[in-house]
């Protein structure tokens, strides 16, 4: 029996000498990899790692981080990134709800995540550093050759977590089958092959980055340039050597700010592709006008991947996330009564394929709550089919919050911010951003004047990764409320819509 996503993703191009990674350090072959590979596999299998435990990684973007990544799947475990800017009273929270037999950080210093593994017995190990008993240094002396451990379609690979209706993250299982299918289905969407290489910008601690990205363009054995984040003077430095891009629609506004995004540097490009976060009919019209082509927006989450897009070859219609990729149904509901609403007619989406999860981690009636009896998830977000079947997100049926690509729930700083003297409520939204796509913005009532917006970002700063802190705190004498005393937020969200816009 062979290991599924294995198999599926890094064995056809395992002994290629071909390029699989670039780095502004230097190249590193895919049988180099394989080999790096292999030595991290049998660590964890000498650490006693059995076929199921899950790894914890919370890392800087690196190609070890990558090859941990695929040694944790070739040794039959499950891996679990985690966000770099994840503070410790989030952390707390992850490590004890699973478990983690092995938790790997970035350096040799004994940061929250370690001291926290430490304290539920879990292995501890550095990915790198200058000490010997990091993974880096242990790796030098292990055996180049390993035997992937037989994992079947059903078998956890992953486990990301993911913000859910009740405030707390949870953590949603992703099959060998669910991540190996998507692979496939976008490769043949986005006609990716070995003659691809991808600008790679993106962070590696979730879907977009880590298995949209990588998955995708090993399994063609397509090239990547792996860059530590996004910055404009090195995105237009690399794109002379790329032939594709995958970006958050804050990566794009920002090169068409620039005056050296040209049409000229883009020429070449195969194709740009745009996600995790909406992107505004005028990025999609401004970058046109630039360089005379059409970005591709796409439609994911973390429990699906990647499950509608704009077409490769055919119309991209700005402000649509195009039509169900192949292999992957979806229906438009109606929320409460879950019957199909009207062509056009808003609704809550739901769909079924092999790229959709298994459930969430330790919570069965969460997992019961979010399907259908005929096995449709119900995503949560809210959007429209039109006569031609593109589909447009006009919102989300919660108050979840995407900016950057991240998903944010407000219920999770507003308690952080109600613990702040003087304050007598608080009510977080998401509004629309240039850069961000959505932006946080918390609106306080205080039963004072002497409170600041320093005094509030002080006390989220240590409580709250820095992707979660409002972007701007406004103030008011209360909370629009209805009849039955629940805070309007459509209404908070209407009449601030325009806030970053009139600045």
């Known amino acids: 029996m062979s290991n599924i996503l294995y198999d599926g993703i890094f064995t056809p191009n395992a002994n ?24 991290l596999a049998n660590i964890l299998v000498k650490k006693g790692l059995n076929p199921g435990d899950r790894v914890a990684v919370q890392s800087d973007k690196s190609v070890l981080y990558l090859a941990l990544y695929a040694a944790t799947i070739k040794a039959g475990c499950v891996f679990l990134p985690l966000n770099t800017a994840y503070t410790s009273s989030e952390l707390d929270y992850f490590i004890n709800d699973v478990e983690p037999r092995l938790v790997v950080v970035g350096d040799n210093a004994m ?5 926290l593994a430490k304290e539920i017995g879990s292995e501890i190990m550095s990915l790198n550093g200058d000490e010997t008993g990091t993974l880096a240094a242990v790796a030098k002396n292990e055996s180049p050759v390993f035997e992937a451990v037989a994992r079947t379609g059903e078998d956890l690979a992953a486990i990301l977590y993911t913000s859910g209706t009740t405030g707390k993250s949870k953590g949603a299982k992703l099959c060998h089958r669910n991540l190996l299918s998507n692979a496939k289905v976008i490769s043949e969407a986005w006609q990716f092959t070995a003659d691809d290489i991808l600008l790679h910008m993106l962070p590696v601690y979730h879907t977009h980055g880590l298995f949209v990205a990588i998955n995708l363009l090993a399994m063609v054995g397509g090239s990547i340039i792996f860059l530590p984040k996004f910055n404009v003077e090195d995105a237009l430095s690399w794109m002379p050597k790329s032939t594709s891009m995958m970006g958050i629609p804050t990566f794009y506004t920002r090169l068409l700010n620039s005056s050296d995004f040209t049409q000229e540097l883009t020429d070449h490009m195969r194709l740009f592709i745009s996600g995790s976060a909406p992107m505004l009919t005028e990025t999609h019209l401004q970058f046109e006008e630039r360089t005379g082509k059409n970005i591709l927006e796409r439609y994911g989450m973390t429990e699906t991947s990647m499950s509608i897009s704009n077409p490769y070859n055919g119309t991209r219609i700005p402000g649509t996330v195009g039509k169900p990729l192949s292999g992957i149904d979806i229906r438009i509901t109606d929320a ?8 056009g007619d808003i ?8 790229n959709v999860f298994l459930g969430y981690w330790g919570k069965q009636d969460e997992t019961a709550e979010s399907f259908r009896d005929d096995g449709f998830f119900i995503t949560g977000d809210l959007g429209r089919e039109d006569e031609n079947g593109y589909i447009t997100i006009v919102g989300r049926n919660k108050d ?8 944010i729930y407000p219920k999770e700083i507003e308690s952080v911010i109600d613990e702040i003297d003087d304050v007598t409520e608080s009510a977080v939204i998401g509004v629309p951003h240039r850069d961000f796509g959505e932006a946080v913005v918390a609106i306080i009532v205080s039963n004072g004047n002497t409170l600041s917006d320093e005094d509030i970002q002080n006390h989220l700063v240590t409580k709250l990764a820095k992707f979660k802190q409002p972007k701007k705190i406004l103030y008011a004498n209360d909370l629009p409320r209805n009849t039955m005393g629940k805070v309007q937020k459509a209404e908070l969200r209407k009449h601030h819509a325009k806030i970053f816009h009139e600045e």
């Open 347 to 354: 609704g809550v989406i739901e769909q079924r394929g092999d």
């Open 16 to 39: 290629s000498e071909k390029t699989f990674i670039i780095t502004p350090k230097g190249e590193i072959s895919y049988l180099e990899f394989t080999a790096m590979t292999n030595k």
């Open 111 to 115: 940061n929250s995540l370690a001291l």
């Open 400 to 407: 979840l919050i995407i900016s950057g690509g991240l998903n």
């Open 336 to 343: 409460a009564s879950g019957q199909l609403v009207q062509p």
